[in-house]
């Protein structure tokens, strides 16, 4: 099946070979599309390394950085031209964060997952749009417990929860472009 075929979409947030966003990855694939990896750091692509193909477009990405973001960005339209969607799998909370009572969490601790848990949605997706005009997709994700409360899910709940409001703020904002934003929650 090649439905996807002469399409090239970059997916954020592969993990590990159990990461959504590597089924994604892998699904695209298989309908013929060509996927364009992105990793934080040079310890996560070695993770990274270790099961995809050796031939596999990979390009460094820290979504913490809106300046690395717009070079990446700029690095995968000169090194594979034009992207067509956009894979959003991002989540981010230091361990300090996931552990004990979620009173007890940082100011920097919630700001960081707020960071790299919500607001890189915005950041990756604007810099895509301006890069990349045959962009017409974006898809994101969370996870059952933005919903629900979750052991040892803390802050990460916190700020994919604050990602919800804004996934549908940018779907109205959405509705006269040529773009657009499919939110996704895995849970049971």
Known sequence: MDILAGRTVIVMGVANKNSIAWGCARAIMAC????????????????????VAPDQPMVQCDVADEENIDAAFTTIRERYGAVHGLVHAIAYADKESLEGDVLQVSKAGYNLAQDISAYSLLAV???????????????????????????????????????????????????????????FRRGP
């Open 32 to 51: 013929g599309g060509q996927v364009v990896l992105t990793y934080q750091n040079e310890r996560l692509r070695q993770s990274l390394l270790r099961f």
């Open 125 to 183: 997706t604007r810099s895509a749009v301006r890069l990349f005009p045959a962009l017409r997709s974006v898809l994101t994700m969370t996870y059952f417990g933005s919903t629900h409360v979750i052991p040892n899910y803390n802050i990460m709940g916190v700020a994919k929860r604050r990602w919800r409001p804004m996934c549908a703020m940018w779907r109205r904002s959405w509705v006269r472009s040529t773009y657009g934003l499919t939110p």
